[in-house]
């Protein structure tokens, strides 16, 4: 085992098949937010630390990239099955250090070993074009090509899933690939990387280096380094894509998000209550497909919200490891302060607060906050634009599924977007007119698939290639036509 699991260890970079110490001195606390304890010093990289990591991956990258494409897929499948070995040890240790309920840590658990599952389908998946005759006597030929070093740098929401969006398909397209992991969920990304090397995959092929923003510019900087996969907040999403893009850089930045969710009078009113408080509270409201604006058909408005009402009520909040828990802590001490700070700025607003959080009953240790509601909100409030990334549900009332539609298409984010109806005249006009990537009808959580891309749209992405689906494949390489006359 490379990482012992004493109570307080600092982790350790896994560069050229080696777990090591980083040559950097500072380092940050990992906390289980449900105690508030600490439980690992994360190592904070310093630039040489970075290049030694980014130099054992092109190192690795000649032999990797000759490597037959069988070979590469068996990895994957190996990791497969050793990744489900372990999953309940994994599921637990994405809730020690993130907080979520163990049904939300297997969920995306789940989630991301699909992603593994369909780098498996690699030959397939990276299968080249032909065309004969493009001129008399002459073919034409499209290969599909690994690019060299490509890095993959996470938020703390997904420890497990996020990652594994990136490096499953980006080794098994013949690329190696250095992960910063986020400092705040570093310890899954960690046991990730061993079980990979338990998989057996070549040394240097896959290295974890940890840290934080002087790590991250050490990456974009590199000179080897190809393409970055970054998810993440919006600001600094942003400065990745410029950052790596003025580097040369291959980009995709997925960022922050405001999804809203419409509510018309012919929804299933039991099945949308409980759909939405999975959707805006669910792992504390910690995630990029999140509900956080309720767009509420005046009709239906007052139903909905004391459903909604009476069943934060009974949400039970405590610790994710324990049984019947619903809702876990927030990721910091000083995160809860800020989404605090949200309530307080919805009362100043002027919306009305129906569900205060802040009297919830939750546990005295840890980073617990209970749910919140607003109603009567209008679109121009900050709590009705901003991504405030906790249980905080905003209300807006509309007068139809236009007048929703409408108030989607004003929101700076573009992430997700879903409806509750039985009309496929309000569900079509949704679909074909909403501005959002990821659209869930009568789904509260459209969550992404490891066969489509995640298409986040306007402020949620930037760059030109999602992550998943085809689009990770062409992401993560590049196409070579060759054209051909055989005299
Ligand atoms: P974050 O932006 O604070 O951190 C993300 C990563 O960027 C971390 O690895 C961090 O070390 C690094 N980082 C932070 N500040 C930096 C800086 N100034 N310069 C360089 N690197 C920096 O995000 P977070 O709080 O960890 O995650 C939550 C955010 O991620 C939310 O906004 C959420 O919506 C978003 N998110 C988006 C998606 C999506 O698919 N669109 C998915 C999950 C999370």
Redesign the pocket.
């Known amino acids: 085992m490379a990482q012992p699991q004493a109570d307080v260890i600092r982790l350790r970079n896994f560069i050229g098949g080696q777990w090591v110490e980083a040559e950097a001195a500072g380092s940050d606390p990992v906390y289980n937010p449900a105690t508030g304890e600490v439980i690992a010093q994360v190592p904070l990289s310093s630039a040489a630390d970075v290049d030694r990591a980014v130099k054992a991956a092109a190192a690795a990258f000649d032999a990797w990239r000759e490597t037959p494409v069988f070979k590469r897929a068996r990895l994957m499948f190996r990791y497969k099955q050793v990744l489900e070995e372990h999953f309940e040890e994994l599921a637990a240790l994405i809730t020690r250090e993130h907080g979520k309920t163990l049904d939300e840590a297997r969920a995306e658990l789940e989630r991301g070993i699909e992603v593994v599952e369909f780098a498996a389908g690699i030959p397939t998946l990276i299968m080249g074009k032909t065309l004969e005759l493009v001129g008399t006597g002459v073919d034409a030929e499209m290969y599909r090509q690994p690019l060299g070093v490509c890095v993959g ?6 420890p497990a899933m ?1 990652p594994m969006w990136m490096f499953p398909l980006a080794i098994a397209c013949g690329n190696t690939f250095v992960l ?1 992991p ?3 969920t570093p310890l899954t990304a960690t046991r990730l990387a061993e079980l990979l090397e338990e998989a057996g995959v070549p040394a240097g092929v896959f290295n974890v280096v940890h840290g ?2 002087e790590t ?2 050490a990456l974009l900087a590199h000179e080897e380094v190809r393409a970055v996969s ?5 600001p ?1 999403a942003a ?2 894509y410029r950052t790596a893009a003025a580097y040369g850089k291959r980009v995709q930045a ?4 405001k999804n809203h969710m419409i509510v018309l009078p012919d929804a299933d009113l039991d099945y949308t209550t409980e759909a939405i408080v999975a959707s805006s509270f669910g792992s504390a409201g910690q995630r ?1 497909m999140a509900g956080s604006v309720l767009v509420a058909q005046q009709d239906v408005a007052d139903n909905i919200l004391e459903r909604l009402v009476d069943r934060s009520n009974r949400l039970k909040i405590g610790p994710g490891d324990q049984p019947g828990v619903e809702m876990g802590p927030l990721i910091r001490d000083q995160h809860r302060e800020r989404v605090k700070g949200y309530i307080q700025i919805g009362e100043e607003e002027g919306a009305r607060l129906i569900f205060d959080g802040r009297k919830a009953p939750v546990p005295e240790r840890g980073f617990f906050l209970g749910p919140t509601i607003f109603d009567g909100a209008n679109p121009d409030m900050r709590i009705a634009r901003e ?1 405030i ?1 906790g249980p905080v549900l905003t209300t807006v009332r509309v007068k139809d599924v236009e007048e929703g539609i409408a108030l989607i298409n004003r929101s700076a984010y573009g ?1 997700g977007a879903v409806i509750f109806t039985r009309s496929g005249a309000a569900a079509r006009a949704f679909r074909r007119h909403a501005k959002a990537g990821m659209l869930g009808i009568n789904v509260g959580v459209p969550a992404p698939v490891a066969v489509f891309p ?1 298409t ?1 749209w306007r402020n ?2 930037y760059g030109d290639l999602h992550a998943n689906g085809e689009d990770a494949i062409n992401f993560y390489t590049d196409r070579k036509v060759v054209t051909a006359r055989w005299l």
Request: net charge neutral; glycine share 8%; charged share 15%.
């Open positions: 740098i996470c938020p703390y929401n997904f996020i910063k986020s400092e705040r934080a923003r991250v510019d970054f998810v993440g907040s919006q600094v400065y990745i997925l960022a922050g998000a990029c991504e990334f992430n995640f986040g949620s992405f």
